[in-house]
């Protein structure tokens, strides 16, 4: 229960001088992606005045459209990250290539994904980004490594999503569990919502694009077959949700409990939401509040990169929903 406002800010000094030797750099990484999500969140909320809305003319490195607040919002958080000295090396959805900063001795490396669900800007629905921060592994006064940004999902030193909706959420983990907090526009600050979110371990609610459904594999054909079955001791069917922007879905996913899905298909053979800044950062948030995050075989969090545009399939949501999704995997190969 939260007795009073503490702003974002507050907070994180607060989580900070709980450890003895912290030196404040992951606290202010966290403050300035909380200012650079400020300004998206501005432009968002009028993006139809400033003509911000559209197509940019151009494609990213995933061959999607580019739109115009994608250019604004992939420029405030490479601003922000490079105005800090402490990030060596980002990686961002829009970006071909690491990008390497002149603070190269910066102890981050940080993935984002500055306007995830950017198809729905023009219709007005909830979009977000979601970013990503790993510690570096080579020596500090070297140059950082591509090896650096080819952590595992587990090793991140934290991870987060912002969401722009009918109000702005910032969420966040550092490993000791998931906290939220609401944007105040009267006073420009982030409040705290709720320190400790735990996911429901059990809703009879999935997410999912059945539009792909000819190419799923079969146990996830068997799984959706099986909770569209009427039971009412199983709480079947359940409830469709898909709103098409990760981040909303999970949002929902985090706070109401399901799952969400997003196996492969004919088109996408390995999956098509990016390991690195999409299914880490989610899964990491997931698993902070009590859910489960996997890639069919095993955690997400545990898969190896090999590229940092990598894709991966995931499965994440509540515990119970999650496991009785592996029963058709393992039963279906």
Avoid at 60 to 74: Q, T, Y
Wanted: with cysteine; aromatic share 8%.
């Amino acid at each position: 229960m939260i007795n009073h406002l503490i702003t974002l800010e507050e907070f994180i000094i607060r989580s900070q001088n709980r450890f003895d030797g912290a030196t404040g750099e992951l606290s202010q990484l966290l403050r300035d992606i909380g200012l650079a999500a400020k300004i998206v969140s501005r432009e968002v909320n009028k993006a139809g005045i400033t003509n911000l809305l559209g197509r940019h003319g151009s494609e990213n490195v995933h061959g999607e459209s580019v739109k115009e607040l994608d250019v604004f919002a992939d420029e405030q958080i490479k601003s922000a990250l490079a105005r800090s000295g402490i990030v060596s090396m980002m990686i961002s959805e829009e970006s071909n290539e690491l990008i390497r900063l002149e603070s190269s001795s910066g102890k981050y490396i940080v993935f984002f994904d500055p306007l995830d669900g950017s198809s729905n800007i023009d219709v007005n629905v909830s979009v977000g980004t979601i970013f990503s921060i790993y510690s570096r592994k080579s020596p500090r006064e070297e140059p950082a490594r591509e090896s650096d940004a080819l952590q595992r999902g587990d090793s991140q030193s934290a991870a987060g999503y912002v969401l722009y909706g009918s109000s702005t959420m910032l969420v966040y983990t550092t490993g000791m569990g998931v906290s939220s907090f609401t944007l105040d526009p009267s006073i420009g600050e982030f409040m705290l919502s709720d320190d400790d979110i735990r996911i429901p371990d059990f809703n009879p609610l999935y997410s999912i694009n059945e539009g792909n459904a000819s190419g799923w594999p079969v146990g996830v054909k068997e799984y959706i077959s099986y909770i569209k079955q009427v039971d009412p001791e199983t709480m079947r069917p359940y409830s469709l949700r898909y709103i098409g922007s990760m981040v909303s879905d999970l949002h929902r996913t985090l706070l109401l409990g399901g799952i969400f899905l997003y196996p492969p298909n004919v088109s996408n053979p390995q999956g098509k939401l990016r390991l690195m800044y999409e299914c880490n950062p989610m899964g990491y948030i997931i698993e902070q509040a009590g859910g489960l995050a996997i890639d069919g075989k095993g955690s997400v969090l545990e898969t190896v990169p090999q590229s940092i545009h990598q894709t991966a399939p995931v499965y994440m949501g509540s515990r119970k929903n999650v496991e009785k999704l592996q029963e058709f995997l393992r039963r279906y190969g």
